[in-house]
């Protein structure tokens, strides 16, 4: 299912499977993701979410044409060449360096890149304009920070990396409402730069309201998708839980 905007397919799964060892944890996962886009990936836990993007981003072995990238299968590129063609993801837990500033989390991210020659939008003044606390805060340890400002470096730094496509693993996760807001907010702004995104998320209601499609997982499968402004929440129900649940 595209996004009928006639728009050019950035990212696309084909049938993907998963494993990890003998469990698997993806069946025939079919995602796409248009330029410009921006898709949630919804489900409980244990539903999948996660491991899609350790698959997408080479964290666990799949095909190569199970993945593709501008139409090119892509399945199985070790991570650190993924981030090279584009694809950076905010991971779950932010996995920061501790015991180095704002600052210098911001610039291992740009060290990386720079040195490979990988050039786009974002400089270390976009990204403090974009979370004006970073700059405040540039020389503080991040251990020293709020878990919201620990994600705004997380996201900073995965922007740092000048990716065409975003990964967001629960960037909600154990955060305060007024946070969230903040956060989700500047999400437009990063697709206004070229930037298209895939958002995994367990608030259905803050999923649908950032989204332009949605894909709802179970158990390692894909059980709806659709346009996030049309899906109801009854369709969105029996998807995250399976049939037989009634809806409160």
């Not at 993907?16 to 836990?45: C, H």
């Not at 139409?71 to 950076?88: F, L, N, S, Y």
């Not at 905010?90 to 610039?107: A, K, Q, W």
């Not at 903040?182 to 702004?189: D, K, N, R, S, T």
Request: charged content about 20%; aromatic content about 4%; hydrophobic content about 40%.
């Amino acid at each position: 299912l595209h996004g009928g905007r006639g728009m050019t397919e950035l990212l696309s799964t084909h049938g993907l499977v998963a494993r990890y060892g003998d469990f698997q944890a993806l069946y025939d996962v079919d995602v796409a993701i248009d330029e410009g886009e921006i898709i949630a990936l919804i489900g409980a836990n244990g539903a999948g979410k996660s491991t899609f993007l350790r698959a997408v981003m080479g964290l666990l072995p799949v095909k190569p044409d199970m993945v593709s990238l501008d139409g090119r299968p892509i399945g199985g590129t070790p991570t650190d060449q993924m981030v090279q063609k584009g694809v950076a993801i905010v991971p779950e837990g932010r996995r920061l360096f501790t015991g180095m500033s704002v600052n210098d989390n911001l610039r291992v991210a740009m060290d990386q890149v720079g040195s490979r020659g990988r050039k786009g939008g974002w400089t270390l003044d976009r990204v403090q304009q974009l979370f004006p606390i970073l700059e405040e805060k540039g020389r503080v340890a991040v251990q020293n920070l709020s878990g919201g400002q620990q994600q705004m470096v997380s996201i900073g730094r995965a922007l740092l990396c000048q990716p065409r496509l975003l990964l967001c693993d629960e960037i909600s996760l154990g955060l305060a409402p007024k946070v969230i807001r903040e956060i989700y907010a500047v999400l437009p702004e990063i697709r206004a730069q070229g930037t298209s995104i895939v958002l995994v998320e367990q608030d259905v209601g803050l999923a649908k309201s950032a989204s332009d499609r949605l894909y709802c997982m179970l158990e390692g499968r894909v059980t709806l998708s659709g346009r996030s402004g049309e899906v109801t929440r009854e369709q969105i129900s029996e998807a995250y839980f399976g049939g037989g649940h009634a809806v409160v």
